[in-house]
């Protein structure tokens, strides 16, 4: 399989995708969200957005499987599958607040092989496919080169539905305001994932993430020099919903506070 050929493909579908949802964003009608559950809130815009992605993508590789957030298909590819969020940051698209993406991943034998995380209104496209490097619209990127928690900007993302950790993670929050130049939290995982990749910030932590949210851009991640564990530092970030994506240089230190507050 050439990859490079196959994410060429894969970008010009995504643009389209995110072409759509720019269009609508100027003219979308609040009233017409609905709730998957306590704050997790869906539009027409991100179920019509993935049903672009699936027809398009089906093309490029008709034996391949799906894993959606909108549940758009239920197919799973002996080899190669999709994992898709259409809408990354859908509660910011939602309320106005210019800061979404569109992620897909596909995985090949159950190992990543492209990411693509394309952030809307800012015309950015992050990408890696296997045997390149990363790319942020055709520039090689890399991760950042800081050494120390005390010298960096992390992201995250704060629990939105399941709030059994909060007294946790407020008590990491605190101990990690103390302890670097400042914590962000922008609403779009694959946006702070791609911020990784590219440098912008040095380490991302979250947990209660799906698939199809982090697939792409951890990837991505890997691509440009990072790493990307879950909060025992193991390398099954998907199946135990615990993130924590870093330059590779600071990722030990950080695992010493994040520790301090959820046990392994």
Same mark, same amino acid.
Request: charged content about 20%; some cysteine; aromatic content about 12%.
């Given at each position: 399989?050439?990859?490079?050929?196959?994410?060429?493909?894969?970008?010009?579908? +995504?643009?389209?995708?995110?072409? %759509?949802?720019?269009?609508?964003?100027?003219?979308?009608?609040?009233?017409?969200?609905?709730?998957?559950?306590?704050?997790?809130?869906?539009?027409?815009?991100?179920?019509?957005?993935?049903?672009?992605?699936?027809?398009?993508?089906?093309?490029?590789?008709?034996?391949?499987?799906?894993?959606?957030?909108?549940?758009?298909?239920?197919?799973?590819?002996?080899?190669?599958?999709?994992?898709?969020?259409?809408?990354?940051?859908?509660?910011?698209?939602?309320?106005?607040?210019?800061?979404?993406?569109?992620?897909?991943?596909?995985?090949?034998?159950?190992?990543?092989?492209?990411?693509? +995380?394309?952030?809307?209104?800012?015309?950015?496209?992050?990408?890696?496919?296997?045997?390149?490097?990363?790319?942020?619209?055709?520039?090689?990127?890399?991760?950042?080169?800081?050494?120390?928690?005390?010298?960096?900007?992390?992201?995250?993302?704060?629990?939105?539905?399941?709030?059994?950790?909060?007294?946790?993670?407020?008590?990491?929050?605190?101990?990690?305001?103390?302890?670097?130049?400042?914590?962000?939290?922008?609403?779009?995982?694959?946006?702070?994932?791609?911020?990784?990749?590219?440098?912008?910030?040095?380490? %991302?932590?979250?947990?209660?993430?799906?698939?199809?949210?982090?697939?792409?851009?951890?990837?991505?991640?890997?691509?440009?020099?990072?790493? +990307?564990?879950?909060?025992?530092?193991?390398?099954?970030?998907?199946?135990?919903?615990?993130?924590?994506?870093?330059?590779?240089?600071?990722?030990?230190?950080?695992?010493?506070?994040?520790?301090?507050? %959820?046990?392994?």
């Amino acid at each position: 399989m050439d990859y490079e050929l196959l994410c060429t493909q894969v970008l010009g579908i +995504v643009r389209l995708t995110g072409n %759509f949802i720019r269009k609508e964003s100027m003219s979308f009608d609040s009233s017409k969200v609905e709730f998957k559950g306590l704050n997790d809130l869906v539009s027409y815009v991100d179920k019509q957005a993935e049903r672009i992605l699936v027809d398009n993508l089906s093309e490029l590789l008709p034996e391949s499987g799906f894993i959606t957030e909108e549940q758009t298909i239920n197919k799973q590819g002996e080899v190669y599958n999709w994992i898709i969020d259409p809408l990354d940051g859908t509660t910011n698209f939602i309320h106005g607040i210019p800061t979404y993406s569109v992620s897909v991943a596909l995985y090949a034998n159950d190992e990543p092989v492209i990411g693509v +995380v394309y952030e809307i209104n800012r015309g950015e496209m992050f990408y890696a496919y296997k045997g390149g490097a990363a790319y942020l619209n055709n520039k090689v990127i890399q991760v950042s080169t800081r050494t120390a928690v005390a010298d960096t900007l992390l992201a995250t993302g704060f629990p939105y539905y399941d709030f059994e950790k909060q007294a946790q993670y407020m008590a990491l929050f605190t101990e990690l305001m103390r302890s670097c130049h400042g914590l962000r939290r922008i609403g779009s995982a694959a946006v702070d994932l791609a911020y990784v990749a590219c440098g912008r910030f040095d380490a %991302f932590f979250e947990y209660n993430l799906n698939a199809w949210d982090v697939a792409a851009g951890a990837f991505i991640i890997q691509q440009a020099g990072g790493k +990307v564990m879950n909060f025992s530092g193991g390398a099954e970030f998907i199946e135990t919903r615990e993130l924590l994506a870093t330059n590779s240089r600071i990722d030990a230190e950080l695992l010493g506070f994040i520790r301090n507050h %959820f046990k392994a």
